[in-house]
C-alpha cells in the first residue's frame, strides 16, 4: 500500500484490519487538523497542559499513557 508520503508493505492476510486501522488514523488526523484550522490548537485538543502538569508530579508519565488516557491515542 502507499501514498504520497511512501510505501508500506504488509501481510495480504492482515490488510483489510490494517485498512481499518488506517482510516480510523486518518480519519482522527483530518479532524484534527480541521479543528487546527478553525483556532483550536493541537496542543488543546490533546490537553498538553494537562499532561505537563502530571508529568511534573511523575516524571515516569508518558504523552502516550496521557493520550490512551483523554482517548487520544491514534496508533492503536
Same mark, same amino acid.
Given at each position: 500500500m502507499g501514498d504520497a508520503s511512501g510505501v508500506v508493505f504488509l501481510p495480504m492476510a492482515r490488510a483489510e484490519a490494517i485498512a481499518i486501522i488506517a482510516r480510523s488514523i486518518r480519519d482522527t488526523e483530518r479532524t484534527q487538523a480541521e479543528k487546527m484550522r478553525q483556532g483550536t490548537s493541537l496542543r488543546a485538543q490533546l490537553h498538553f497542559s494537562d499532561f505537563l502538569a502530571r508529568r511534573s508530579s511523575n516524571p515516569a508519565a508518558t504523552l &502516550?499513557?496521557?493520550? &490512551?488516557? !483523554? %482517548? %487520544?491515542? !491514534?496508533e492503536e
Open positions: &502516550r499513557e496521557h493520550l &490512551r488516557r !483523554i %482517548g %487520544g491515542a !491514534i
